[in-house]
């Protein structure tokens, strides 16, 4: 047994030091200069196949090389670079192949050596977008496509990527229209050429192109312009009107009113309306990918949802673009991120873009009030896990732990609460500064504390816990950590800010607008707070709370709801059979549920009535909620 022991060690040990032999290969970035010039060549027009056929000439002296795909991708928070959609890698010297090797324990790394007289090498591989939403986001249609630069391009190890220089390409089918944050340089048939800029802002300045596209002027006539850039599926969903613009024009000056200042020279809302290129929300320093329903506009009754998505994106520009959590900033795409700060990243930015909705029009206050009352309902009744075993500043790890893959148990499991979560914080801690300071004081003195500084900057100003805490203080003095501390790491419900705003969270049968709008466009029957699950199109069930009526009755998610009391599924007729058990407590509500390939009738013993949030006025405290809401 001694002789065994030995061996496992040394074989342990061996293998440890190869381990670190081929990790040491990896360059660790260094803060220099790169020489030369990354120029990077896109053909786009492969939209049958989905296709993007990239050609790049990297710098490079003879010697070892290493290459890396960028894996660790801003604004995902996690390593979810698609290295599994890179195909095809050819890399030459003077017209001869050389051999590459992937690092058995990085594959982003690709090394090789570089020949004797060489002074750049050829890069040549294919990014194969996802077939179908199954496999991925759809990057290309037959009449859109969108372009990130971080899949289309490998960049050289061991240097800051501030410090390499990129110049990039692309080539569009014929007749296409583009836009992006990028400075054009030149235009050569269907060829866009952009002027050179550093690796990371050429990553943070994706393109969207198209064979139908509308540009609108946000803030004409100003010194620093903001544009919406419209791709759509058809011509007709391009068919909106001045009123349906304004209130985008109405965001632009309430985030200036707001912040006091500005971090970009230009900024692009890069929209697509389309119901086949794959959805996206995601934020950049001078512009934001924002995808939406090709009817957003037609079917405005329906896109109440997604309002919030444009003002969200839009305050990134200020919370985690300029502003960022030191941990979060990191010298190139291949060193892992911290996400400790994401409740204010993503946290007061989901705040934010809910309370600019408001103070922009592209929400009533009713609606904004229902959505508030939607999201507190979650941390009122609808996260069992943050109640028990998980706290919200565990939740900042979920971008690495699952990287938005589909949960079996969502309410319980709590992944990335710290978005709608940290909403909930940052509008208590608005209740607290107002109550602290008699009303001298609200958020928006945080906001323009803490992020319209610098006009005009668009570098990245870190920032860690203490400076929250800090800024805070100045604001009015408290023991703000604590606050802070007790709300992240505790397992108490966070709708305190409801409450001290003037208003109470109550439940009643009536569906909010909001409620109706998420259920139509998501073919959703919610009834999270009524019998505890959720049922998608065809009856399929997405969520069973944990411990509520459903999941004590048998459901899981997953199955299908084939029947109820003995009828065929249909969302209404669950709806009214809840009512009708509500009335007389005789009456089941019995659902014939599919696992599988087997079939089972459930009994759910629940008879309190169909449940939906809804904000009412508190009138023995000011409502401070319409101040909040109220455009500057």
């Known amino acids: 047994m001694k002789v065994i022991h030995l061996a496992a060690a040394l074989a342990v040990a061996t293998f440890g030091l190869a381990s670190f032999a081929v990790r040491a290969d990896v360059p660790p970035p260094r803060d220099v200069p790169y020489p030369g010039t990354l120029k990077i060549s896109v053909d786009a027009t492969d939209v049958t196949h989905r296709i993007f056929r990239v050609h790049e000439v990297v710098p490079a002296r003879p010697g070892p090389l290493t290459l890396l795909y960028p894996q660790w ?58 077939q179908n939403h199954g496999e991925g986001r759809v990057m290309m249609t037959p009449e859109l496509l969108s372009l ?14 501030r410090g390499i220089t990129a110049a990039a390409s692309v080539t569009l089918p014929a007749g296409w229209q583009a ?78 009113r707001m912040y006091g200042a500005h971090h970009y020279n230009h900024y692009d ?37 997604y309002r919030d998505l444009f003002s969200h994106e839009f305050n990134h520009s200020w919370d985690g673009k300029y502003r960022r959590g030191a941990d979060l900033t990191t010298p190139n795409f291949n ?22 909705a408001a103070r922009a029009g592209l929400w009533t206050d009713q609606q904004t009030r229902d959505m508030l009352a939607f999201v507190a309902a979650s941390y009122d009744r609808g996260r069992p896990g943050l109640a028990s075993w998980r706290n919200v ?101 966070l709708i305190g800010g409801i409450a001290s705003h003037g208003w109470t969270l109550v439940y009643n049968d009536k569906p909010s607008d909001a409620v109706k709008a998420f259920e139509s466009r998501r073919h959703f029957a ?26 004590k009755a048998g459901i899981a998610p997953g199955m299908t709801v084939v029947a109820v009391n003995g009828h065929d599924y249909d969302p209404d007729d669950l709806k009214d059979a809840i009512t009708a058990a509500a009335s007389d407590k005789h009456l089941p509500i019995e659902l014939l549920v599919k696992n599988f390939d087997e079939y ?19 009138a023995s405290k000011p409502d401070t909620l319409a101040a909040l809401l109220k455009p500057r």
Do not use: C
Request: aromatic share 12%; no cysteine; glycine share 10%.
């Open 600 to 618: 089972k009738t459930v009994r759910i013993d629940y008879h309190g009535g169909l449940k939906y949030p809804h904000l009412v006025r508190n």
């Open 393 to 493: 500043q565990d939740t900042t790890n979920d971008p690495t732990i699952a990287q938005r893959a589909p949960l079996p148990y969502r309410n319980y499991q709590s992944s990335e609460d710290y978005y709608s979560a940290g909403e909930m914080i940052w509008l208590d801690v608005d209740g607290k500064l107002r109550e602290l300071s008699h009303g001298r004081h609200s958020i928006d003195d945080f906001g323009k504390a803490f992020f319209g500084i610098d006009n005009g900057a668009w570098t990245v100003n870190t920032y860690t816990f203490d400076d929250v805490v800090r800024t805070l203080d100045r604001i009015e003095p408290f023991d703000w950590a604590g606050y802070l501390r007790r709300r992240l790491d505790g397992h108490g419900p």
């Open 179 to 256: 836009a992006t944050a990028l400075g054009p340089a030149a235009k050569n048939g269907d060829t866009l050429s952009y002027k050179p800029v550093t690796y990371n802002v050429l990553v943070d300045s994706p393109m969207i192109a198209g064979k139908y596209a509308r540009r609108v002027d946000l803030d004409p006539g100003a010194a620093t312009p903001v544009h919406m850039d419209f791709f759509a599926d058809a011509p007709k969903y391009l068919a909106f009107t001045p009123k349906q613009i304004q209130p985008y024009r109405n965001l632009v000056q309430q985030m200036y």
């Open 73 to 130: 991708i801003p604004g995902n928070h996690s390593p979810t670079g698609p290295i599994d959609k890179l195909a095809g890698l050819v890399v030459k010297a003077g017209g001869k192949v050389l051999s590459w090797k992937r690092d058995p324990f990085n594959v982003y790394a690709f090394q090789l050596d570089v020949p004797q007289g060489a002074t750049a090498v050829d890069v040549e591989f294919q990014f194969l977008s996802a």
């Open 148 to 161: 990130q630069w971080d899949k289309v391009s490998l960049y050289p190890a061991g240097y800051n990527v």
């Open 335 to 356: 060193v892992p991120m911290g996400d400790s700060l994401l409740w204010v990243y993503e946290g007061q930015t989901q705040f934010w873009g809910q309370i600019m």
């Open 269 to 305: 809302f890069l929209v697509s309306l389309s119901d086949k290129l794959g959805g996206i929300g995601l934020e950049h320093h001078r512009s934001s990918e924002d995808g939406a329903p090709a009817d957003y506009f037609t079917d405005a009754a329906k896109s109440i949802y």
């Open 526 to 551: 919610d009834l999270t707070f009524s019998i505890g699950l959720s049922v998608g199109k065809g009856g399929k069930i997405a969520d069973v709370l944990w411990d509520g009526p459903a999941f």
